[in-house]
């Protein structure tokens, strides 16, 4: 079987046992395969076929994660106690070429991508009442945007494939050329109208917990990628304003159900899920399912946390705080980065994200960091990772809309300020509208203390502009004459299997 082969033959999909098909999509458990022939007869099995897309997504949280986080300037060369995380180290350091690879096999994303491709094609075809089938469709319709969306940005060019393919008679029918960006983000802005065209007009807000994918998920992901078009494709002012106007639909909606949390942390507190009014779609994780475990890079072993202390003192160790925390520190800030985030009026974002740890013992360096925003829960004597993971919530949508204004030459002190009033309470200085400039490097510090471990700053930093990139990564591992770094490169076994890849330009 070739190496890059963008199809699953042997298992239609990732989805739950038929017990659970009646359940809530955030109650039911990945467990086993369904048939198409089961799908099409039994209302049951098209919805365990569906609520599997969920399921085939949670399991790619982590390479998001990376894509959007890694390459930019929040963890590298940071300071951390045990062996460096060699992968994450590559990507932080961009030390990457023809031979170092990340990501290889497109990442998988092409088994994600046939599975959303197949409940497209069969659902229709199914017995479930019609306005369900709608709105299944609607929200896998702006999945599959998403998905692509992310591939664009990390490799420009990629296969494009909207059909699923259920029989294979050769390998060679496994071989797709890739398709131009261009072509890729026109396939995306398909995507992401046809969403909204089946969802409608109505924003409901479901006040359970978020992670299906909603009318409004769409529309900040229109507003994310008519942004990246406008910058970077040639879209320029006719799709920065239509991003703004996505972004500012969602915004006029600001209210009971769907606004900044007053308290950052409960933005991501696994015990307040239900009627998390800032969340517009995160990915689900809970006890007995999946847990959010791949943060363990970023936390400490239980040996070394009785000798670490979270002061400037021999107390409080990191183990009296967190006594059953486990997992490994090898990637952590450097000092120029803490002393950034942590100088100045008290920021709620900063505290409620990560902490310093020090020697127990006289002068108590720092030591490094441990990441705290998705600690979970306690259940006996067992630290439980139940966090979602946010893919969306309201302080993308300002923070976007920010963007979007800047660069359309407008006012964004609203957008800056309700961020700001959030994270550092009445008493922060309002921010006042500047040069383009001015005002982009004002939203890109917010994104970076807003956003740290979401999977967001690389994104943030290349949506803004070439400059901006430069300007915030260490010249020693990305400047202007290694531009083919910002798109990543294929693997010598991709390009060896299938005949009609060609490498990205550059490497």
């Known amino acids: 079987m070739k190496y890059n ?16 098909c009646t359940k809530k999509l955030d109650e039911v458990v990945p467990q086993s395969s369904i048939s198409k022939e089961q799908a099409l007869k039994d209302p049951n099995a098209a919805r365990t076929l569906y609520y599997g897309t969920y399921g085939l997504l949670r399991s790619y949280t982590n390479s998001f994660y990376q894509m959007g986080e890694m390459r930019g300037d929040i963890w590298v060369d940071g300071l951390f106690t045990e062996s460096v995380d060699g992968g994450l180290q590559n990507l932080y350091r961009h030390n990457i070429s023809s031979l170092n690879v990340p990501f290889t096999n497109w990442a998988g994303l092409y088994n994600l991508i046939y599975n959303f491709n197949n409940v497209i094609k069969i659902i229709p075809q199914t017995p479930l009442p019609e306005a369900e ?40 029918e ?10 890729i983000m026109l396939q995306v802005k398909s995507d992401i109208a046809k969403s909204l065209e089946l969802f409608g007009t109505a924003n409901t807000i479901s006040t359970s917990k978020r992670v299906v994918w909603s009318r409004l998920a769409t529309l900040v992901l229109k507003g994310d990628a008519f942004i990246w078009s406008g910058t970077h494709m040639g879209g320029g002012t006719a799709d920065l304003t239509t991003a703004k106007a996505a972004l500012q639909e969602v915004r006029n909606l600001q209210g009971a159900t769907l606004d900044l949390q007053s308290n950052y942390r409960d933005i991501f507190d696994p015990t307040k899920k239900v009627n998390n009014k800032e969340i517009i779609f995160a990915v689900n994780y809970e006890l007995q399912q999946a847990q959010l475990t791949f943060f363990s890079s970023f936390l400490v072993n239980s040996i070394q946390a009785n000798t670490l202390s979270f002061a400037q003192a021999a107390t409080p160790t990191v183990s009296s705080v967190y006594p059953y925390v486990s997992g490994a520190n090898r990637v952590g800030m450097n000092q120029a980065m803490i002393t ?63 963007e979007a204004k800047a660069k359309l030459g407008e006012d964004i002190s609203a957008e800056i300020n309700a961020i700001r009033l959030r994270a550092y309470g009445s008493g922060y200085t309002p921010y006042v509208s500047g040069s ?54 294929l693997s010598l076994a991709m390009l060896n299997a299938d005949p009609l890849l060609k490498q990205t330009a550059g490497y």
């Open 133 to 172: 089938k709608t709105r299944i469709l609607a929200e896998v319709y702006g999945l599959r945007g998403y998905v692509y969306y992310n591939m664009l940005r990390t490799w420009g060019a990629v296969p494009l494939n909207t059909e699923p393919v259920e029989t294979l008679t050769n390998t060679a």
């Open 5 to 20: 082969k963008l199809f699953i033959a042997s298992v239609l999909l990732v989805t739950m046992s038929t017990t659970s």
């Open 174 to 183: 496994t071989y797709k050329p890739r398709t131009g960006a261009d072509s």
């Open 436 to 489: 383009q400039t001015v005002n982009m490097n004002a939203i890109l510090d917010e994104y970076l203390r807003e956003f740290i471990g979401e999977g967001k700053r690389w994104w943030a930093l290349r949506r803004a502009g070439d400059a901006y990139v430069y300007a915030n990564i260490n010249p020693a591992y990305l400047n202007p004459s290694s531009t083919a770094k910002f798109l990543l490169p």
């Open 340 to 402: 950034r985030l942590t100088t100045g009026a008290a920021d709620q974002r900063v505290s409620n994200t990560f902490r310093i740890m020090y020697s127990n013992a006289a002068p108590f360096a720092v030591r490094g960091v441990m990441l705290t925003k998705y600690l979970g829960t306690v259940a006996g004597t067992s630290q439980i990772y139940n966090n979602d993971f946010p893919v969306y919530r309201y302080a993308d949508v300002l923070l976007l809309l920010a």
